[in-house]
């Protein structure tokens, strides 16, 4: 959403950036690097609390922010319980609702969970359909949407990482705090994980894949998501002297490593969506993904948990040069998904 409230801002138009405060060590540097401050921080978030808790604090105190403010529309981007539970918010005080990254489908009710429900809720809920891709647009009809209300733009996620590779040219050399104990001119896979679906038995044979592939000799970073969940199989599994297990990073620096690995292991859907701009394939660690144009292009690779196909997909991936030779072209935009929104909304 940054590259929206940029272009917000330099058409001089009134806007509020309201945050829940989910994953605060990870929000708060973000807002910083893209210098936005956040007009209302709710803070809700606790430990170990459950979807349905989160759910009904969010529509409580959304309904007293959206009486006091009153606005003319209200942006919700991808898949969040947020976003859901601000779209049911707002549309329970007939508050027009605009949806960026909208239409992407699985059909698959728990895969992911519970992202793919959030999805298709918001999409009834919305007035205003930003949609990423063709294929975004397609499932939005084939669902009634009316097709007037739905716009393709690209995604913003790519206006983002443009946006933030502009800002690192200029910036101090957000690198250091890695290149200084890792040395990448050795074959890198840079990993992350951390959907719903995947824990517990998935994770752990995730885990014994990448020990497998740090066996071969290939290096592995894996910045380790919060989530305890995560952590706890995590740290208990990978302890091996090429697997190098971190702290989540910057958002700056999560870029430096998508540009100097080899290869993604992720089940993250805006990690599918950046690669691209990077020529780096991604292996999908997860049963379905609703970016298919990614897969259709050939830079996602959907493997599920599956260990032997996540090491011999890793291992023909390391040794392609086929994204390069093809000079092939991020199915997700351009990076001016921010400008056709905004000028949508102002006509609209």
């Known amino acids: 959403m940054a590259p929206i409230c940029k272009e917000l801002q330099q058409r001089n ?13 990870m929000l708060d540097q973000v807002l910083a690097f ?21 759910s009904s604090k969010i529509l409580k105190d959304m309904d007293a922010i959206l009486e ?5 529309l209200v942006l919700v981007h991808g898949d969040t319980t947020t976003s859901s539970m601000c779209a049911i918010a ?3 005080r007939n508050t027009k ?3 960026i990254e909208a239409g992407l489908r699985t059909h698959k009710k728990y895969s992911p969970f519970p992202e793919e429900v959030n999805r298709q809720l918001t999409s009834k809920l919305a007035d205003i359909h930003f949609a990423p891709t063709h294929a975004a647009k397609k499932n939005l009809i084939n669902e009634l949407i009316d097709e007037e209300s739905i716009f393709i733009t690209g995604n913003t996620v790519v206006d983002a ?3 933030a590779e502009r800002k690192l040219s200029t910036h101090e050399d957000y690198s250091a705090e890695i290149s200084s104990k890792i040395d990448f001119s050795t074959k890198t896979i840079l990993v992350t994980g951390h959907r719903r679906e995947n824990f517990g038995k998935a994770f752990e044979e995730i885990c014994e894949a990448l020990l497998d592939l740090a066996n071969l000799g290939f290096q592995i970073v894996f910045p380790v998501h919060l989530n305890p969940l995560v952590r706890e199989v995590v740290y208990r599994k990978l302890n091996h ?8 990073v910057s958002y700056p620096v999560f870029i430096w490593l998508m540009k ?14 950046e690669a691209p701009t990077f020529m780096k394939y991604v292996l999908v660690t997860r049963e379905f993904s609703e970016r298919l144009e990614g897969v259709a292009a050939g830079f996602s690779i959907v493997v599920g948990h599956n260990r032997q196909l996540i090491v011999e997909k890793a291992i023909e991936a390391l040794n392609s040069k086929k994204l390069e030779q093809k000079k092939m072209v991020n199915p997700y935009g351009e990076g001016n998904a921010s400008k056709q929104i905004v000028d949508v909304i102002l006509a609209t």
């Not at 009134?14 to 060590?25: A, L, M, S, Y």
């Open 97 to 99: 609702v605009a949806h």
């Open 90 to 92: 707002a549309f329970h």
């Open 13 to 25: 138009i009134d806007f509020k950036v309201c945050v829940t405060g989910q994953h605060r060590e």
């Open 241 to 248: 002297n090429k697997i190098f297990l971190i702290d989540p």
């Open 260 to 273: 100097n690995c080899d290869l993604i292991i992720s089940d993250s859907g805006g990690i599918q969506e």
């Open 34 to 54: 893209f210098e936005i401050t956040a007009d209302i921080d709710l803070n809700l978030m606790e430990k170990n609390q459950s979807l349905n808790q989160l």
């Open 68 to 72: 006091q403010e009153n606005p003319d």
């Open 161 to 163: 990482l443009l946006l």
